[in-house]
């Protein structure tokens, strides 16, 4: 079945340093792929997506590529704040579906 | 900017109880979902909603649960009668376009977090 998995956390991180975390999906075909994140008290916002192989989703700093021969979909930040503190989810969609598939998420700590 | 609202924010309730978790999505959209997260566990979704009925729903969506939409904008999800098991985030999602459409992300709301004790 499609699944998503994701680096185990809590990572934590000093204020400017980079960031990786890890995701990888299991699926047949070529679902879009996105990363939400949750702040701490609120919901899960949309933090970039990419839909097809080679895409690159940025925003705020954050990037992520869409690695079809891998099967990943990495999230990467070069100078992390500690506002970035938050729980980071890998996500799966089909194209043509509807319901995503989460990946376990991931907890982020940014000490100043 | 349009958002996903979601009330009650907290939902303490004995076990046995019905409640209703109620939503309200982004005016234009068709599309509309509920997923749950268990303490500590992934998001799991739990039912698609499009045209006034049930388009998708996984196993957790038992006999237990049923969604609505009463009035045109609220999106509500009762469970009948609560299970300690049952207690977790909810969270409502909403899409502007769905089946068959490429590019469709979900925008979610802040969730509520059901308690049964």
């Known amino acids: 079945g499609n699944s998503v998995t994701q680096m185990e956390g809590p990572v934590t991180l000093s204020e400017e340093a980079f960031l990786t975390i890890n995701c990888t999906y299991t699926?047949?075909?070529?679902?879009?792929l996105f990363w939400y994140v949750q702040y701490p008290g609120e919901g899960l916002q949309l933090l970039l997506k990419a839909t097809k192989a080679d895409d690159k989703g940025s925003n705020k700093g954050f990037e992520a590529t869409y690695r079809k021969e891998t099967t990943s979909f990495h999230l990467e930040k070069g100078s992390v704040q500690v506002s970035d503190s938050a729980v980071y989810f890998c996500a799966l969609r089909w194209n043509y579906g509807q319901n995503f598939v989460f990946g376990p998420g991931t907890r982020l700590s940014v000490l100043p | 900017e349009p958002e996903v609202t979601q009330t009650p924010s907290h939902q303490v309730t004995q076990m046995g109880q019905e409640v209703i978790l109620r939503c309200v999505p982004i005016?234009?959209?068709?599309?509309f979902y509920w997923y749950r997260q268990i303490l500590g566990q992934k998001v799991e979704f739990l039912v698609s909603f499009y045209n006034n009925e049930i388009s998708e729903k996984s196993e957790i969506f038992d006999d237990q649960f049923s969604v609505e939409r009463p009035d045109g904008s609220n999106f509500t999800l009762k469970i009948r009668s609560t299970k300690l098991e049952d207690s977790a985030m909810y969270f409502c999602?909403?899409?502007?376009?769905?089946?068959?459409?490429?590019?469709?992300?979900?925008?979610f709301g802040q969730g509520t977090r059901l308690t049964v004790v």
């Open positions: 999602a909403s899409s502007e376009r769905g089946v068959g459409k490429m590019n469709t992300e979900a925008f």
């Open positions: 699926a047949t075909g070529y679902p879009s």
């Open positions: 005016s234009n959209h068709l599309y």
